[in-house]
């Protein structure tokens, strides 16, 4: 602190000296009387400050001639000696000029050079000057001023550009200042190295972090520049002006920046795609990076061609599994590190995720939830049925930090059905009881018996779940996700499928990456529409509609959750879809059976019902989602009777749904039986 506060007052005395000659020269031209005339005949150099003076180092890192270096220092007094606009006027012989100009200079300062005017001159190409040139003022005398930043610059005031700060904020923070794994630390050498290799005076490559994962690119980004001694700017790519004029202003602005403090650039394209405008031009990030200079890292979803710069490219993943592990069991005290192997398998988080989940879980003390005075049961988690506070804080904390990213690509359903109310036949119910069961064993398999050493793909559970309309598909998913307390959503195709080639693989590729992360439960309904059969190529479109249905095979194949097919049409499922497919549950038309059960669980425990044959009702052929349309229409009707839910009253609903249908009705089937002995 003290070679600071030494360097300033140098710096300082400098500025004097080199005011003081500043004012002679002015004296002189301007011819006034030899008494007010100061002492200083010679421009200082700062010879013997170690660092030198602001001036000079500003004129050695942008290339300024000495000319250059008086003539700013010309525009730069006027920021700090008052009475340098009366001595511009004078020496101009012109009381409406207190202002610095060209003219002035040319005339006042030795070894004048015409080229200091032109654009392409450090003055003007770093943007160190300011030209207030009216319409019909010549260039030569027309007002000069200093940049304010340059001011400040060379008073010793080294700060960023405001113009720059409203743009960009700061990425280093102290809660990001965190140890990375070795899979990401061997990235961070790999990246220095290469950077090391770049010659001097050669501009620096462009550093392209890809990959879906934004807080561990920018983790890798803070390592880098930490070894670099820099500090590190954020600026989204949504915030680059698409007017020329402005977009090279900024490129410019930054560039000097880079030359004036040790910084570097994470530019965010992370949702940004890299076509080209319709017009042929540059997108303004591509201007941008041809533009600017220093030290730039780019985030993006995929390695983008052709930007006319040396890059590197890199691809940053989240930590391994067993790194996750590792980190989970780091953050977790003694007595919640038993969770961490079924959070690790169950969720792919990166280090800051995984450190701000466990001290918010952690940090709030443990405390019974009570009700009415007795202990309150909490829900069951995967974690271990029947699980206590920590392990619902933790599994909660999980859901909750990946939930947003999905929510904007799927519909996400909220799941309230159990185990007790599905019906199907024994074999179908064990199936989806397996499902259930080797999501919650996939840590105990693949790490600790090891088949996650001979496995690279197929580690995710696919099902198809088929069978026609109202068999119970969907409410099985939800048994499933519940059961699991798990997130269920449900894949709108409208919102997945486009005609543009090329996009229905980039939505499906965020889709899959979002649920990956938290475990998600996917539900693919008429799933047929998405996973068709590939068809003969017989032209362009033929050929694209199959690689989309190609690299849905191969996502499928690698995404490690749960993804369910619901199907009415299972022969028009691709074949390749069916082997890679794990489970196949066929969900048949219930049977009478099954349709007493469903009708006996279907009215809810507060519904007031009253002499309801439910061995009547079984034969009517319906299925689960029929049954309950008929239930929720009768319960209506008897709300808007008072009454309580009866027979008739059901029989009535029946035969509307029957009808919704186009089923033929026979009306002795919903006729109200009248009790042997009754007549009206």
């Known amino acids: 602190m003290n070679d600071m506060n030494n360097w300033l007052q140098q710096n300082q005395e400098y500025l004097g000296q080199a005011l003081a000659w500043l004012r002679s020269r002015l004296y002189e031209m301007a011819k006034l009387p030899d008494a007010e005339i100061p002492e200083v005949r010679e421009f200082p150099t700062g010879e013997g400050?170690?660092?030198?003076?602001?001036?000079?180092?500003?004129?050695?890192?942008?290339?300024?001639?000495?000319?250059?270096?008086?003539?700013?220092?010309?525009?730069?007094?006027?920021?700090l000696d008052t009475g340098m606009a009366r001595l511009c006027a004078k020496a101009q012989d012109n009381p409406h000029q207190p202002y610095p100009t060209f003219a002035l200079a040319l005339s006042l300062f030795d070894e004048p050079a015409w080229n200091a005017l032109s654009w392409e001159s450090p003055l003007r190409y770093w943007r160190l000057i300011e030209i207030h040139q009216s319409g019909v003022q010549v260039l030569t005398s027309s007002a000069l001023r200093a940049d304010e930043r340059i001011v400040h610059y060379i008073k010793g005031l080294n700060l960023l550009d405001d113009r720059l700060a409203s743009l960009l904020m700061p990425l280093a923070t102290e809660e990001w200042e965190v140890e990375l794994p070795h899979s990401q630390q061997t990235v961070v050498e790999s990246i220095f190295q290469q950077l090391a290799q770049t010659g001097r005076g050669e501009p620096l490559p462009v550093i392209q972090l890809v990959g879906a994962d934004s807080q561990s690119k920018q983790l890798i980004a803070q390592q880098v520049v930490a070894q670099m001694d820099r500090y590190i700017y954020r600026l989204p790519v949504e915030l680059l002006p698409s007017n020329a004029s402005e977009l090279e202003t900024l490129a410019r602005l930054w560039q000097r920046e880079t030359l004036l403090l040790p910084l570097a650039l994470y530019l965010d394209a992370q949702e940004v795609d890299g076509k080209q405008h319709q017009d042929g031009e540059l997108p303004p990030l591509h201007r941008f990076l041809n533009r600017s200079g220093g030290l730039i890292f780019l985030s993006t979803r995929e390695a983008r061609q052709n930007l006319g710069l040396p890059t590197i490219v890199v691809d940053i993943d989240k930590p391994t599994a067993q790194e996750q592990l590792a980190l989970w069991e780091a953050v977790l005290d003694s007595s919640s590190r038993s969770y961490a192997g079924i959070l690790a398998t169950q969720f792919n988080l990166n280090v800051v995720a995984i450190r701000q989940i466990a001290e918010i879980a952690q940090e709030i003390p443990p405390t019974p939830l009570k009700k009415g005075g007795d202990e309150m049961e909490i829900p069951p988690t995967p974690l271990k049925k029947g699980g206590d506070e920590m392990q619902k804080r933790l599994w909660s904390g999980c859901l909750a930090s990946t939930r947003p990213q999905l929510d904007s690509l799927a519909q996400r359903?909220?799941?309230?059905?159990?185990?007790?109310?599905?019906?199907?036949?024994?074999?179908?119910?064990?199936?989806?009881?397996?499902?259930?069961?080797?999501?919650?064993?996939?840590?105990?398999?693949?790490?600790?018996?090891?088949?996650?050493?001979?496995?690279?793909?197929?580690?995710?559970?696919s099902a198809l779940f088929a069978g026609e309309s109202g068999t119970g598909k969907t409410m099985a998913a939800e048994v499933i996700a519940n059961d699991l307390q798990l997130h269920l959503y449900r894949i709108d195709l409208s919102a997945v499928v486009n005609k543009y080639i090329g996009e229905t693989e980039k939505n499906l590729r965020r889709l899959f990456d979002a649920a990956e992360d938290g475990g998600a439960i996917l539900f693919f309904d008429e799933a047929d529409a998405l996973f068709g059969k590939r068809s003969e190529v017989r032209d362009s479109h033929d050929r694209h509609a199959n690689i989309e249905v190609n690299y849905l095979l191969q996502r499928m194949e690698a995404y490690r959750g749960l993804a369910i097919l619901a199907t009415n049409l299972k022969s028009s499922i691709d074949q390749a879809f069916m082997r890679r497919l794990r489970f196949i549950v066929n969900f048949p038309f219930p049977g009478v059976a099954e349709r007493q059960v469903m009708w006996e669980k279907v009215f809810p425990p507060q519904t007031p019902t009253e002499d309801i044959d439910f061995n009547r009702l079984a034969r009517l052929n319906l299925t689960g989602a029929n049954i309950h349309n008929v239930a929720l229409n009768a319960a209506f009707l008897a709300a808007q009777g008072g009454t309580p839910v009866t027979m008739a009253l059901v029989l009535a609903a029946a035969r509307s749904e029957f009808r919704k249908l186009d089923r033929p009705v026979n009306e002795a089937d919903f006729r109200v039986l009248v009790p042997t002995g009754v007549r009206g």
């Open 49 to 79: 400050m170690n660092p030198p003076p602001a001036l000079m180092l500003l004129s050695h890192k942008l290339g300024l001639s000495r000319f250059e270096q008086q003539v700013l220092l010309l525009c730069v007094a006027m920021e």
């Open 413 to 461: 359903l909220n799941p309230k059905a159990t185990w007790n109310d599905i019906v199907l036949p024994p074999e179908e119910t064990n199936l989806l009881q397996q499902i259930a069961e080797q999501i919650r064993q996939r840590s105990q398999v693949y790490q600790h018996w090891g088949f996650d050493k001979r496995m690279n793909r197929g580690m995710g559970i």
